[in-house]
């Protein structure tokens, strides 16, 4: 199964805002990597990925997500 960045947050329970602080940035850039994910530092990929409980793998390797929007 693989993800959206938007969906990994919501799944797990957590806010654009609490995203945004976990990795250290501000919100507006959170939102901006979630609507264009390919944007987002690899190493903050890595790190949102911890956040999430998911790995990088099933959040940013795949075109579509297997979810239903």
């Given at each position: 199964m693989?993800?959206?960045?938007?969906?990994?947050r919501?799944l797990?329970?957590l806010s654009q805002?609490?995203?945004?602080?976990?990795?250290?940035?501000h919100?507006?850039?959170?939102?901006?990597?979630?609507?264009n994910?390919d944007?987002?530092?690899?190493g903050?990929?890595?790190e949102f990925?911890?956040?999430?409980?998911?790995s990088?793998?099933q959040?940013?390797f795949?075109?579509?997500?297997?979810?239903s929007?």
């Amino acid at each position: 199964m693989t993800l959206t960045p938007r969906q990994a947050r919501i799944l797990s329970d957590l806010s654009q805002l609490e995203v945004a602080e976990r990795l250290g940035v501000h919100r507006q850039t959170y939102m901006k990597w979630e609507r264009n994910p390919d944007e987002m530092p690899v190493g903050k990929a890595k790190e949102f990925s911890v956040i999430v409980g998911s790995s990088v793998d099933q959040i940013f390797f795949s075109t579509e997500s297997t979810l239903s929007r």
